[in-house]
């Protein structure tokens, strides 16, 4: 373990540092880019270890962190997702273990076709370049992000939250130990040694073109204000305004178990539901069961006058209701004229991100998760399945709401781009 | 054939009427982006018979435009790019018939797994939107651009060059012709009827969420323009700076015939040789032939002392030739230290379009194609093969020199993003 970096802070000069940090990155890419595969995983490996055995270390550091924000008042929901624990520390490491095991995405070839003058071009993975992650509280993002950005051959530049300072520079210690093992470059993870928040700002410039593309993970504010500022290309999802919509021909009781796991499962996931849509010709029998599935667990639920008739613990719904990501046990309930009623609910109020269909009828399905333009859609499974880990891909950076590049969970794959490589034979152009 | 549409002046207000094609392009991308393929083939079809049929009117329309910057000085390059003949609006026909046969991108499932719960997902192609398309004297983009996005669900909004007008409008009218037999939205592809400059200001700026990808087709000032202003994705390529590396390993008589052929095929089109790069160790031997066949081809080489000892006709070299994309019959030439020193060259002075290498020794091809950070790189064959059509795309939009989402030529393919489809069996989330 090395002796923990200084907090850069006061007389320096801030512009001239992010540049000089974005060029270290920026170097550090072109050789990551062309790193084997086992020298990333050895990195890895020892990174895993470094977390284990550092696990002191860090929870030192981020009781100092936990108790400056204490001092500060801060909320309690904000204490937690800052505090760290031994087995917050050992997920860390056990997710650093899952990017190890899961494919190097960077030179995979996807596609490989021959011309008719003979030559051969395939197109292959190659990593996007230097990745800027911009996080609030939650210091496990240095690692999550860091190792994810490593296996796919990018170099990483985060920012950390200010209130988290200390515990990020613990776990980022631990990352760079293990760069140092396999001989890559300190500069592949960098962690912006300053507090000071004009380096956000710096980051979104994209510092002279040595950031790539910036990831944020944090709250909406954090997302709207990359979104407004970035120079470069964002990954971002600002809201999951998704549905849940239970057409005539579904299962009552399939239909009761996905609304419920789709909203109360964890309500504050992007991929909980926040609107549950009824098709007309089931809600007599449909809905006051949904309702009391839902009520009976402690969600409240908003709907229209039709709605408090069925259920008199309903609460009245405003039009705000319909475009709002409520992060919390509530869900706005309408019963809609069936698909094509459900289709236009969700082109109209619908943030891309997930929409669900319930039902058994084939056809209903294939045209709802044909025409619904959203970055995943369900049939018969609850959408808090929107998630890399979920869907396979080991972990992911976030999740994107955008239809350039990268679209849903964000994993490695997601990380690279790719370029053609052309086997000739001396060929010329006609 | 419609009557021709009035260009709107004067009095107009502009952004309302941008604002209002914006919307009314969104409203037709959703109405495409689910048309069956037989649908969007049947407007193709006749798209190309009615550019066929109109040929006399777009010829005459074309005249009058050329009639009027004649009058106004221009140069006789810019008078050729604009002006049509009957073989140039044949081989539109032929371009929108090549679209018309290759496969339809849109729902096409590019990748299938199941999860250990039993869930599948999908991978599957939608497309992007709306695309914009601001290009400059050829009219011909009209109809390349239109029939191109049309094919990939998207709708277009085409901007073209004020000089080409009444000619973009002759073939814009063949297109609605198509859309209308097809019974499909007109407003899937919109010529912009506004001469006034500000229309791309407007659409740059993305009218409010309505274009969600800008598409430039012409010069530097045009792209960086759009680059510098544009609040949404851009596709393009700003500079094609190419270089073709001989090698120790090459077969001089291949080598002759690439580098005659990547710099003097076609010395305007993106994907010209602009740099010759000769390894040290083959200088001796290869390097008096190479600029020979250039030289004598009517080509301007220009090099250092050492390169004009070699061949008095070549021509001194300044520090800025080895950044300059000339369009010229213009190729710089350097001898540098074997395939480190190409590639050292290469990542300080390429703008990652297209490079070769010119080698017999395989393991040299396999570094270079590794590691040069290009949407094209290519082993024994000329840059001048950097073209959609090529590629055996059919067509493209442009070519794209960003890493993000489309890199390369810009076919079907690239105008498509995708979405998850997952198929449950009433799975929720542990």
């Not at 550092?54 to 924000?69: P, S, T």
């Not at 549950?276 to 639920?301: F, H, K, M, N, W």
Request: hydrophobic share 45%; aromatic share 4%.
């Amino acid at each position: 373990m090395t002796a923990p970096l200084k907090a850069v802070e006061g007389s320096v000069d801030l512009p001239a540092l992010m540049l000089q940090l974005g060029r270290q990155a920026r170097s550090a890419a072109r050789v990551l880019a062309i790193a084997p595969t086992a020298q990333k995983n050895l990195a890895l490996a020892a990174m895993e270890r470094a977390i284990r055995v550092n696990a002191a270390a860090i929870l030192a550091a981020n009781a100092e962190d936990v108790a400056e924000v204490k001092a500060s008042g801060a909320s309690s929901a904000f204490i937690d997702r800052l505090t760290l624990t031994p087995a917050r520390i050992a997920a860390m490491a056990d997710g650093i273990k899952v990017i190890h095991d899961i494919a190097d995405p960077v030179g995979a070839v996807t596609e490989r076709w021959q011309r008719p003058n003979g030559m051969t071009i395939e197109r292959v993975r190659v990593p996007l370049g230097v990745i800027g992650v911009i996080f609030e509280s939650r210091p496990n993002v240095t690692a999550d992000a860091g190792v994810l950005g490593l296996k796919s051959g990018n170099a990483v530049m985060l920012r950390g939250g200010s209130d988290s300072f200390r515990s990020c520079r613990a776990i980022h210690d631990c990352l760079v130990q293990g760069l140092r093992e396999a001989d890559l470059p300190e500069a592949a993870i960098t962690l912006v040694p300053v507090r000071d928040r004009a380096a956000v700002g710096l980051m979104l410039s994209g510092l002279n073109g040595n950031v790539d593309v910036i990831v944020p993970r944090g709250g909406k504010s954090l997302v709207a204000r990359v979104e407004a500022e970035a120079r470069v290309p964002v990954f971002a999802h600002l809201e999951g305004v998704n549905h849940v919509y239970v057409d005539r021909g579904a299962d009552l009781a399939m239909a009761k178990a996905i609304v419920l796991n789709a909203k109360m499962r964890r309500p504050g996931v992007c991929g909980a539901a926040e609107t549950l849509l009824v098709d007309r010709a089931a809600a007599e029998a449909d809905l006051a069961p949904l309702l009391s599935v839902l009520i009976e667990s402690g969600c409240e639920v908003r709907g229209d006058a039709e709605m408090q008739r069925v259920d008199t613990r309903v609460k009245p719904v405003a039009e705000e209701d319909w475009s709002t990501e409520y992060g919390e046990p509530i869900i706005a309930a309408k019963v809609v004229d069936g698909l094509d009623g459900a289709l236009l609910h969700i082109a109209r109020y619908g943030s891309h991100h997930t929409e669900a269909i319930v039902t058994q009828d084939e056809a209903a399905a294939a045209r709802f998760l044909n025409e619904v333009d959203a970055a995943i859609v369900l049939h018969n499974a609850s959408t808090q399945f929107a998630d890399g880990g979920e869907f396979g891909f080991g972990a992911e950076i976030g999740i994107a709401t955008g239809k350039f590049h990268a679209r849903g969970p964000v994993g490695a794959e997601q990380l690279t781009s790719f370029k053609y490589r052309v086997h000739g034979t001396g060929q010329t152009r006609p």
